[in-house]
T-cell receptor, first 109, second 117 residues
Framework: QKEVEQNSGPLSVPEGAIASLNCTYSDRGSQSFFWYRQYSGKSPELIMFIYSNGDKEDGRFTAQLNKASQYVSLLIRDSQPSDSATYLCAVKRRTALIFGKGTTLSVSS | GAGVSQSPSNKVTEKGKDVELRCDPISGHTALYWYRQSLGQGLEFLIYFQGNSAPDKSGLPSDRFSAERTGGSVSTLTIQRTQQEDSAVYLC???????????????FGQGTRLTVV
């Protein structure tokens, strides 16, 4: 079982819709969870991090964490074409920051 | 500098040659990561340095790969006897952890694109 799993997509949504990105992780002791965005040919950049169970909102983005289910998600409201990118889920284990393979999101105008 | 700096930005090498990739982390950041990203793939963890602690080398794919971090700052990733499957973008990131249970953003460099011919 991979440490961090994501559906590779592509996930296609129309402009203005809600995009839902999901991630599961295997290490029950993980404490910190991150969502990064990576545009084609660019380096990853942080969107949000979450430590506690529940929801965390930042503008159009909401991260959701359920440690019992070992599940992290990212919701993007009012999706824009500029949101089209690969979204990487990352989990901090005791030492390293481990990434999933990413979900490609395509927002059509 | 203001961000994580990696050099060279591009490297073409012949199969069997050794290569060294350099990473200058953000000043004051004690944690440093190396990742490999093959075309269309996610980030594959290679190695993690944190302060003076022993590095986490669990992601290194073979003994041809090694890394060091001198003086708690600059890091060099060395690949010996390069193979074509080593072709990828090698990304370095640094962060400033603030305790056992907390963590902060990892900032990435622009990467080194390695092509083995």
């Amino acid at each position: 079982q991979k440490e961090v799993e994501q559906n590779s997509g592509p996930l296609s949504v129309p402009e203005g819709a809600i995009a839902s990105l999901n991630c599961t992780y295997s290490d029950r002791g993980s404490q910190s969870f991150f969502w990064y965005r990576q545009y084609s040919g660019k380096s990853p950049e942080l969107i949000m991090f979450i430590y506690s169970n529940g929801d965390k909102e930042d503008g159009r983005f909401t991260a959701q964490l359920n440690k019992a289910s070992q599940y992290v998600s990212l919701l993007i409201r009012d999706s824009q074409p500029s949101d089209s990118a690969t979204y990487l889920c990352a989990v901090k284990r005791r030492t390293a920051l481990i990434f999933g393979k990413g979900t490609t999101l395509s927002v059509s105008s | 500098g203001a961000g994580v700096s990696q050099s060279p930005s591009n490297k073409v090498t012949e199969k069997g040659k050794d290569v060294e990739l350099r990473c200058d982390p953000i000043s004051g950041h004690t944690a440093l990561y190396w990742y490999r990203q093959s075309l269309g793939q996610g980030l594959e963890f290679l190695i993690y340095f944190q302060g003076n602690s022993a590095p986490d080398k669990s992601g290194l794919p073979s003994d041809r790969f090694s890394a060091e971090r001198t003086g708690g700052s600059v890091s060099t990733l060395t690949i010996q006897r390069t193979q074509q499957e080593d072709s990828a973008v090698y990304l370095c990131a640094s962060s400033s952890p603030q305790g056992a249970s907390a963590d902060t953003e990892a900032f990435f460099g622009q990467g080194t694109r390695l092509t083995v011919v």
